[in-house]
């Protein structure tokens, strides 16, 4: 059996406590149901969570307002 290892999203290390894990995020998959992004507890608000298609849309939504005034 292996054993899960868990990196933090914002410094990069190893998390090695499980208690000090956070899931921050869930990553979809193209082929599969995705994984979940780990963060120290004391490093989870330190960690941008960026969803780009949503990011896409806002972008156009402020463009069309802007132009429509």
Known sequence: MTATVRVCRACDEVITDPADA?????ELSNSGPGWDVWAHREHAADVEVIDPDLLRIMTRIWVAKTAAQ
């Open 22 to 26: 956070v899931v921050v995020a869930h």
